[in-house]
């Protein structure tokens, strides 16, 4: 069973950056469409960025974060990131990440259906 886990969150102030990772034990990321989402109490899960298995490597951003998150892949690490910059209180969620299954190589942020594995969540808030 793949089991991702998600580090990097914390407390930064408006204008801030933080780099999130979400890694595997035993699975090859790069096979897999890893998706990043993030979710406030009392609303609905909001897809932010994803890549598509290394075979495709295609990225999507949510337009709200479009120009300021970056995601990509450390294949040596096992490793996918989300590098967030220009950070606003808005952007205070838990993020998580997810794996879509084995062998669908094509990512999305339209919906989190799709994603079968999913990490524990990392806490990020953007606050002075």
């Known amino acids: 069973q793949l089991q991702l886990v998600e580090s990097g969150g914390g407390l930064v102030q408006p204008g801030g950056s933080l780099r999130l990772s979400c890694t595997a034990s035993g699975y090859i990321l790069d096979y897999y469409a890893i998706g990043w989402f993030r979710q406030v109490p009392g609303k609905e899960s909001e897809g932010v960025s994803c890549i598509s298995a290394s075979s495709d490597a295609s990225t999507y951003y949510a337009d709200s974060v479009k120009g300021r998150f970056t995601i990509s892949r450390d294949s040596a690490k096992n490793t996918v990131y989300l590098q967030m910059n220009s950070l606003k209180p808005e952007d205070t969620a838990t993020y998580y990440c997810?794996?879509?299954?084995?062998?669908?190589?094509?990512?999305?942020?339209?919906?989190?259906?799709?994603?079968?594995?999913w990490g524990q969540g990392t806490q990020v808030t953007v606050s002075s």
């Open positions: 997810a794996a879509r299954p084995a062998g669908f190589r094509l990512c999305v942020i339209t919906t989190d259906d799709l994603y079968e594995h």
